[in-house]
């Protein structure tokens, strides 16, 4: 499964801000980490508030497109249909931004 992010780096605090319509008329799931852009630091604490927040393993997360960019492509390893629930429940809770 892939899911499109829009990443705010040297944010406040590492959350996931809700779902935003993208400039293509899709959608984006906006997340915000403390860490900078350099080093790939930024990458790496998108996967770990994606794992957390979804209760996966970090190694099931990966980004597929976008690693230098604020908009990415995230590939998330698994079942499909047992990840779309499992998805699909907790980024209801999320407001629509």
Known sequence: MRVA??????????????IAASADGGFVLKVAV?????ENRANDALIAVL?????????????VGGAKSRDKTVRIAG???????????????????
Do not use: F, M
């Open 5 to 18: 992010i829009r990443l705010t780096p040297r944010a406040r605090a590492d959350r996931i801000d809700g």
């Open 34 to 38: 403390t860490a900078p852009p350099a």
């Open 79 to 97: 079942e499909p249909r047992g990840l779309l629930q499992h998805l699909a429940a907790a980024l209801a809770q999320l407001p629509a931004a």
């Open 51 to 63: 794992a957390k927040a979804w209760r996966l393993p970090r190694r099931d997360i990966s980004i």
